[in-house]
């Protein structure tokens, strides 16, 4: 259960960016792979309990699912996977390792609001 | 009168700051020219009886050390220290894998440039310490025998954050009915063309092929820093 970590994380990123622009946090939006390790549900939950006693108790987590995509040699294309337990191209199924995109836990964005 | 929030972008990696630390890491290990391994593995794959046998044996050519990640014990540091190699211990408390700074402050201002291999044992745990980049220079996952052949496909991300993987208890492969066929099948479905090496810590089978492996991966990690050096002058 590393999702708090990653939580405790997002809080502090999302309140120094507040602090910085002046506002409270609404809402932070994160981009997270299929590769990223973290599970959303328990990321959910532990947004929560991070955002106790912080100024951003109150606020949502909104969360884009990025899919994996990887590179395929043969098609010279950049294919989508539709999971993460068969590495090759939905297309020409040649095995392939070459991660895109996927593996990104990432802050995008951040609703501020007027204090 | 209530103003609509505005959307600021900001696009910042949430594991920026363990990402930065692993970089540091990862250019302090190639500056001194050691090779560093972590090992990843459910608990009681056999991590520690792995890596004591390869301390033991690896140690008659070369100078290699461990840094060991245990939850609350330092049984698996007393352990390991029984093959007469310098073992740091890092405790983490509850926390369920290792980061970057966690290393960093355990290795504190050791002179890397003494050892050869330096070996991370991550806390048994096949989820967490996918996400955490520890700045090692081969990641290998071991699994064993004794854990069920689907494991790679119940837990893709850390295979697929791997470099190599391990099979463990081959000794038990027969007991168990061990279909080594499937694993390989799984594993390269979530990790197509990983190298896979099977041992027995108990019986031997398998070191000196995967000790030949860590040998010739060391001269490859040496000769392409040398490269590099040369490159830049």
């Not at chain 2, 996952?141 to 993987?165: C, H, M, Q, R, W």
Request: a negative charge.
């Amino acid at each position: 259960m590393h999702e708090l970590s990653i939580a405790i994380n997002i809080v502090e990123m999302a309140e120094e960016e507040a602090e910085r622009l002046g506002g409270k946090v609404e809402a932070v939006h994160l981009k997270l792979g299929a590769l990223s390790g973290v599970v959303k549900d328990a990321l959910f939950a532990s947004y929560e309990m991070a955002c106790e006693g912080t100024q951003l108790a109150g606020s949502k987590l909104v969360v884009e699912d990025i899919p994996v995509q990887v590179f395929c040699s043969v098609c010279r294309e950049t294919r989508t996977l539709a999971t993460i337990q068969h590495f090759c191209c939905p297309d020409c199924a040649t095995p392939t390792s070459e991660i895109v995109q996927g593996k990104e836990i990432q802050v995008v964005a951040l609703e501020i609001g007027s204090q | 009168m209530t103003l609509a929030p505005r959307l600021v972008e900001v696009r910042k990696n949430v594991l920026k700051a363990n990402d930065v630390v692993a970089h540091a890491l990862r250019q302090r290990f190639g500056d001194s020219g050691v090779f560093v391994v972590s090992l990843v593995s459910s608990p009681g794959a056999g991590k520690t009886a792995f890596l004591e046998k390869t301390l033991t044996l690896l140690r008659r050519n070369y100078r290699v050390a461990t840094l060991v990640g245990d939850l609350a014990t330092e049984n698996d540091a007393e352990r390991l220290a029984r093959s007469q190699t310098p073992v740091r211990q890092i405790v983490t408390g509850t926390l369920c894998h290792l980061e970057a700074a966690m290393v960093e402050k355990a290795l504190g201002d050791w002179d890397l440039r003494s050892l050869d291999f330096l070996f991370v044992e991550n806390v048994g745990n096949l989820v967490c310490p996918s996400s955490y980049d520890l700045g090692e220079n081969l990641r290998m996952v071991l699994i064993s025998v004794t854990e069920g052949e689907d494991k790679p496909l119940k837990y893709p991300t850390i295979f697929n954050s791997s470099d190599v993987a391990v099979v463990t208890k081959m000794d038990l492969a027969e007991a168990v009915e061990f279909d080594f066929a499937t694993v390989h099948r799984n594993i390269q479905s979530v990790r197509p063309g990983m190298r896979i090496m099977c041992v027995s810590s108990k019986t031997g089978e398998g070191m000196a092929s995967y000790l030949d492996f860590l040998g010739a991966t060391l001269k490859e990690f040496r000769e392409s820093r040398v490269a590099t050096v040369d490159r830049a002058g």
